[in-house]
């Protein structure tokens, strides 16, 4: 039941899912139920909302590296482990935390007090390139460019299992999105295992994470949609959103802009590459 409702609602997480039904706030017909439980035709299933705690956000100090940076927007290499905003379970220590210490007001105001200038996310434990609105208008125009699916990002993913096909397009629907494509290509293939680059079109929650799990390829540890094992004993998934292509939000000039691979990721490459 808690990946039937994730996938149903891209606005609420598995991990959110599994504590509202310990805390008794998910009802199957009437009764408390257990993540375990497998969803039924014709099940009533009840969801009491979790009231929000109060977020006091402040500006922290927290060092991320800065890939570009005008007036307009600022572009940033998020690390593995790090939250993009505030929410319950992580009020402070986020993205948004640091980028209000290194832009100090100038960040759009669009995302509410709690999520000032987010366009766009990356999963905690996904490191790689975001874009961050320093102003309304930029704000809109990016979330557009990201609706009308005119900002092309791209993936590094290490998986488990050789791919055989050199190219290939996922094409599945998570949830409620009947469009939801991604293009995969084989970097590089090891012992065991797979480097892809993976574009996407659309952006829903884990759905990288989701499909290639689903096709029997799942990301070298990610806890929640393969059992997270890893012979490197690596904590969160090797998945890096490499890069950003979209229009300047003001400009319009074309931005391609590429976030270094993290060194944990790096050295698993390097491992494997010795096997061959």
Not at 72 to 97: C, E, S, Y
Not at 235 to 253: M, N, R, V, Y
Request: with cysteine; glycine share 6%; proline share 4%.
């Amino acid at each position: 039941i808690d990946l039937y409702l994730s996938n149903k609602d891209n606005e609420i997480s598995r991990v959110a899912v599994q504590r509202l039904i310990k805390n008794d706030k998910i009802l199957v017909n009437g009764k408390s139920t257990k993540a375990s439980y497998k969803v039924q035709e014709n099940d009533s299933i009840k969801v009491e909302e979790e009231k929000p705690k109060e977020i006091s956000l402040k500006p922290q100090d927290i060092p991320v590296e800065i890939i570009y940076e005008d007036k307009d927007i600022i572009v940033v290499n998020k690390p593995k482990g790090m939250v993009v905003h505030p929410a319950n379970g992580n009020p402070d220590g986020t993205l948004v935390n640091s980028l209000m210490s290194i832009c100090k007001d100038s960040l759009s105001g669009i995302g509410g007090e709690i999520r000032p200038g987010i366009v766009h996310r990356l999963d905690k434990d996904t490191s790689g390139v975001i874009v961050v609105a320093k102003n309304d208008k930029a704000h809109i125009n990016l979330s557009e460019q990201i609706k009308n699916h005119k900002v092309e990002k791209t993936y590094i993913a290490l998986v488990k299992g050789v791919v055989k096909a050199n190219e290939a397009t996922i094409d599945m629907p998570i949830g409620r999105s009947t469009k939801d494509r991604k293009k995969m290509a084989v970097i590089k293939r090891f012992h065991n295992y797979t480097l892809l680059e993976v574009k996407i079109e659309t952006g829903r929650t884990h759905q990288i994470r989701v499909h290639l799990s689903q096709i029997g390829y799942p990301i070298v540890g990610d806890t929640t949609y393969s059992n997270g094992k890893n012979e490197w004993g690596i904590k969160g998934q090797c998945l890096h959103a490499k890069s950003l292509k979209f229009k300047h939000p003001i400009t319009g000039k074309e931005m391609f802009l590429e976030a270094k691979m993290p060194e944990y990721f790096e050295e698993v490459i390097n491992e494997l590459d010795k096997e061959l």
